[in-house]
């Protein structure tokens, strides 16, 4: 069996060693092995070239090293292939821990204090609310987002949800359903949006949904760039000098030198870096789907081709 390994990860040596360990039994290549790509049967992969997925003429499995697919699907030469993502425990539990902090630098303040110091500014305490006069709603309710909302709601804040339809219950949050999407923003104080790459994603965090958010509410994008309309949010922040924001991700990575983002007072920006995957507990899910799959011959996909996630 032939498994092609591809990504730009930081560490994309270390995924290297631990896919070797963990599926000793197969080859497993890179490009720089320069392998013929017609023998490659598995690919675990993060953003594919195209010129490469055109060449995977006999994959079985796509194995996405992240919760997120849009890398495979929006591929010109992608095939639906089954594809089998990730799903973590230890991302969302990483998720949660970056969500909170992002939460805390607005509850308490932070941001004030870190220009201040720039300023060698004594400013003194400061009015901060406590967990449970927050309401923090989520969109995007997968599941990292539920279970960051199942993490916020433990530690007392007030966690509501949005979600197009309410097919399943998935835990005590609040959902609000398509047409009270008006009452939802108008009564979070923080929005956290972990939205996936999709057709009706696109640009869904716009001018008209900007507008229904609290004047001095918090936004936190965690999900996809390509559901933030950017210019609509310089124009609101330009309107809000009191509305305030997180984003991790961007309809452009890296965000270019000359984005209005980098120095802007209410933003913060974090690099696409909200939720690492796990090396070891993906890889023993993806070994484990292997077996499943060499031994029954049947992968049922991670993904619907039709939502586009
Ligand atoms: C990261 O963006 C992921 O999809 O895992």
Known sequence: MSILFYCNFNNKKQWLTSIKKKFSRQKIFTINDKPDFLKIEYAIVWNLPDNIMKKLKN???IFSLG???DHIINLPSYNKIPIVRVKDINMAERMSYHVHSQILIYQLKLYLFQKAQIQKKWLGEQNTKLNKEITIGIVGLGFLGTYV????????????????KNNKTRSKIKIFTKKKLNKFLSISDVVVSILPNTKKTNDFIN???????????FLINIGR???????????HLKKN?????????F???????????????NVIITPHAAALTDIDSSIDQMFK?????KKTGKIKSDVHLIKGY
């Open 149 to 164: 909302g199942k993490y916020l709601s433990n530690l007392n804040y007030n966690v509501i949800g949005f979600k197009r």
């Open 59 to 61: 994959v079985k499995i």
């Open 241 to 249: 000098k009191n509305f305030h924001v997180s984003l991790d991700v």
């Open 251 to 265: 309809k452009t990575e890296p965000l270019p030198k000359n984005n209005k983002f980098w120095t802007h007072n």
């Open 207 to 217: 001018k008209k949904f900007l507008n229904l958010m609290k004047k001095n509410a």
């Open 67 to 69: 919760a997120g697919v």
């Open 225 to 235: 760039g390509s559901t933030l309309n950017e210019k609509d949010l310089l124009l």
């Open 289 to 293: 789907r292997f077996k499943d799959f």
